[in-house]
């Protein structure tokens, strides 16, 4: 189902403008199968479009806020998104054969199609919120990872000073040995 939805009829050439909440039901299904998630707020999706000749010309602005998972600690990182986006949607007689993906791009007029007597945001605002996922989130430059509790960490003898254990004597003679052939 499609949620920024414009209906070619409301449309003219002065252009007009259009308000969606972007819910975070619908950030949480576009975002399912990638590295984001959706943040704890509604995001805000304003809309001023106009036809033009065949195409309808798309003015948005897309306010979210998302969450990714830091690469060290899984810990949740908040994005937020606060970028215009500019559409030119023509009509589906128009696409290029072969090309049904939309490559969208920042500080560019991204091209889709429209079929029938709507044209539907919901590809294009999905695509421009993947862009600002980071290729390796941190919740801070500064993070250690992911903290051992005391009861989880390995006892002391196991990495500590205490004796080697005596299964060990052979090989820590034959360290020795080495050792001394290099001198
Ligand atoms: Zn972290």
Redesign the pocket.
């Known amino acids: 189902m499609s949620t920024f939805v414009l209906k070619i009829q409301d449309l003219d050439e002065a252009g007009k403008d259009w308000n969606f909440a972007i819910g975070t039901d619908w950030l949480a299904s576009a975002l399912a199968d990638t590295e984001l998630s959706a943040g704890a707020q509604d995001g805000r999706l304003t809309v001023h479009a106009q036809r033009t000749g065949m195409d309808v010309l798309v003015q948005a602005h897309v306010e979210a806020e998302l969450a990714a998972t830091?690469?060290?600690?899984?810990?949740d990182?908040p994005i937020t998104v606060d970028l215009p986006l500019t559409g030119l949607f023509s009509p589906e007689h128009m696409r290029p054969h072969g090309s049904d993906e939309i490559d969208v791009q920042l500080h560019e007029v991204n091209r889709d199609y429209f079929g029938g007597a709507e044209v539907v945001l919901d590809p294009m605002v999905r695509e421009y919120l993947l862009l600002e996922a980071p290729m390796k989130p941190?919740?801070?430059d500064a993070?250690?990872?992911i903290a051992i509790p005391d009861h989880l960490r390995p006892p002391a003898e196991v990495f500590g000073d205490a004796a080697p254990d005596s299964r060990f004597a052979p090989l820590l003679k034959l360290k020795e040995a080495l050792t001394k052939n290099e001198e």
């Open positions: 830091c690469a060290r600690c899984l810990a990182v941190l919740c801070s993070c250690e990872g």
